[in-house]
T-cell receptor, first 114, second 113 residues
Framework: AQSVSQHNHHVILSEAASLELGCNYS??????LFWYVQYPGQHLQLLLK??????LVKGIKGFEAEFIKSKFSFNLRKPSVQWSDTAEYFC????????????FGTGTRLLVSP | SQTIHQWPATLVQPVGSPLSLECTVE??????LYWYRQAAGRGLQLLFY??????ISSEVPQNLSASRPQDRQFILSSKKLLLSDSGFYLC????????????FGEGSRLTVL
């Protein structure tokens, strides 16, 4: 079974600082990888996804993530955060074959101070 | 366009009382449907999923059950609530045969006293 680890539970940054949130997964086969975001008072929404091809994927609002297969990682990055990026971020994985049950990490709460 | 609705948004129930949370999806046919529970520090835990009417798969043994009486309706139930059932419950759907992007509802906050 798949599992996902997000090591940073809380991150506090100032505006314009760079962001990197760690995500590691455990699964022996081919996976699809996702980052979801939950802004305060809003529902979970997809930030970006990786299925195949270029391991560097770009999402909405200037976010990107890099899939490093050898490290089983899919870290989320943004060069310069804004106050509006304050949210909770979830990494998720599912197996590329069979029924796609999405397994989530425990989430990282990001607070960006103006 | 597709929409997903959950209700009620907030619910306070005594221990031992029954539970019914409803979720409906509009604008699509034969979706995969999911119930997740979100707990602080524990992320999102998949509780049930369904690939069709009457087809329910349970991920975690517990005090809850799910049913899918219609194609776009997914219900989370309990006959007798426990304190540990408190949490934030999320319904989600995905396109059949898709790679796995899920679309989430607004969530239902359940407090068991």
């Amino acid at each position: 079974a798949q599992s996902v680890s997000q090591h940073n539970h809380h991150v506090i940054l100032s505006e314009a600082a760079s962001l990197e949130l760690g995500c590691n997964y455990s699964y022996g086969g081919t996976v699809n990888l996702f980052w979801y975001v939950q802004y305060p008072g809003q529902h979970l929404q997809l930030l970006l996804k990786y299925f195949s091809g270029d391991p560097l994927v770009k999402g909405i609002k200037g976010f990107e993530a890099e899939f490093i297969k050898s490290k089983f990682s899919f870290n989320l990055r943004k060069p310069s955060v804004q106050w509006s990026d304050t949210a909770e971020y979830f990494c998720a994985v599912n197996a590329a074959t069979g029924f796609q049950k999405l397994v989530f990490g425990t989430g990282t709460r990001l607070l960006v101070s103006p | 366009s597709q929409t997903i609705h959950q209700w009620p948004a907030t619910l306070v129930q005594p221990v031992g009382s029954p539970l019914s949370l409803e979720c409906t999806v509009e604008g699509t046919s034969n979706p995969n449907l999911y119930w997740y529970r979100q707990a602080a520090g524990r992320g999102l835990q998949l509780l049930f999923y369904s690939v069709g009417i009457g087809q329910i798969s349970s991920e975690v043994p517990q005090n809850l059950s799910a049913s899918r009486p219609q194609d776009r309706q997914f219900i989370l139930s309990s006959k007798k609530l426990l304190l540990s059932d408190s949490g934030f419950y999320l319904c989600a759907w995905s396109v059949q045969g898709s790679i796995g992007e899920l679309f989430f509802g607004e969530g239902s906050r359940l407090t068991v006293l």
